[in-house]
């Protein structure tokens, strides 16, 4: 089975691919693609632009699609960054500019308030204009400093607490086994190798996903 994700993002596809990688599901990114327009993120919430980005691309390749969106929320910063994380510090800011950004944000947040939790909403949509969401949390909190290069985002940030890691100092087969991620891909993959996607119903599994 040939799955399209649709992003140009190499940290997720690497990560998405690993996961389904023991599945017999091929994943190809929107650069197999020729010409494909950026999707307009313009949605109040991870699903909302999740489910736009996969509705348009499912429209546009005439397939079954992938769509991811995903972020940082800081209680302490009233959610923030959320569904602004890969822009927090403008439009093309790198993931040093938005980590930068975010430290000094937390300048004036006392340690013990630094909670934080990564949220990933996972759509699948087919031409037909049928979509589904799945949803992911991972519950952390944030440090002073960078640590790790095997993540992406905020993961230098983000301290898990059971390992005393941030996320980008744990190897990938840990980090997508506990990552908001790979819950919400957890969700997904019983229905997507299911005869039917949109009638699977997967509630049973929700609890484990945040």
Not at 5 to 23: D, H, M, P
Not at 33 to 59: H, Q, R, T, Y
Not at 119 to 146: K, N, S, W
Request: proline share 4%.
């Amino acid at each position: 089975m040939k799955l399209l994700v649709a992003t140009k993002n190499q940290g997720k596809l690497r990560e998405i691919r690993s996961l389904f990688a023991s599945q017999g599901i091929e994943v190809v990114g929107l650069e197999s693609l020729a010409d494909v327009p950026d999707v307009i993120e313009d949605g109040d919430s991870f699903a909302a632009n999740a489910s736009k980005k996969a509705l348009e691309i499912s429209c546009l390749a005439n397939c079954l699609v992938l769509a991811d969106d995903s972020g940082l929320v800081v209680p302490a910063l009233d959610g923030a960054p959320g569904i602004f994380s890969a822009r927090y510090a403008g439009e093309g800011a790198t993931d040093t500019q938005n980590n930068l950004k975010l430290l000094g944000e937390l300048r004036v947040i006392p340690h013990e308030r630094r909670q934080a939790y990564f949220c990933c909403v996972m759509a699948l949509a087919d031409p037909q204009g049928r979509c589904r969401t799945f949803e992911g949390q991972l519950h952390g909190r944030l440090i002073d400093e960078l640590r790790g290069d095997q993540g992406f985002g905020y993961d230098p940030l983000f301290l898990v607490s059971e390992y005393g890691k941030t996320l980008a100092e744990l190897p990938l087969e840990i980090k997508n086994r506990i990552s908001h991620r790979g819950k919400a891909l957890s969700l997904l993959l019983p229905v997507i190798k299911s005869d039917d996607p949109w009638m699977v119903d997967s509630s049973f599994l929700r609890s484990a996903a945040t």
